[in-house]
């Protein structure tokens, strides 16, 4: 069993950053491929950024890629979303979620949520 809890969330002007963190609760969290995912309002939710449970591997979509960075700490039971030039339209709940070290990261197969935490982008 694995409880994650998202933090880092705010009000930022667009151009800004922010940091989000998940904390994992469990032993085992060294052995979870995670990934970052995010719905806004009326959106279904979308798939932000992935990181594998080595560490060394890691993937974006492209409306992402080169402004958004996913790490872990293995050792703090923690994995982060540095968010860079965010936009007017990265505005959503950002969830943290993690799937077995077999799994693929996707919104559909995710094995553990954590309950999301709001990023609100204005101009």
Do not use: H
Request: glycine fraction near 12%; charge should be positive; charged fraction near 15%.
């Amino acid at each position: 069993q694995v409880q994650l809890v998202e933090s880092g969330g705010g009000w930022v002007q667009t151009g800004g950053s922010l940091r989000l963190s998940c904390a994992a609760s469990g032993r085992s969290f060294s052995t979870y491929n995670m990934g970052w995912f995010r719905q806004a309002p009326g959106k279904e939710r979308e798939f932000v950024a992935g990181i594998r449970w080595t560490g060394t591997i890691t993937n974006y979509p492209e409306s992402v890629s080169g402004r958004f960075t996913i790490s872990r700490d293995n050792a703090k039971n923690t994995v982060y979303l540095q968010m860079n030039s965010l936009k007017l339209e990265d505005t959503a709940v950002y969830y943290c979620a993690a799937v077995r070290r077999s799994g693929v990261i996707a919104a559909q197969g995710m094995d553990y949520w954590g309950k999301g935490t709001l990023v609100t982008v204005s101009s």
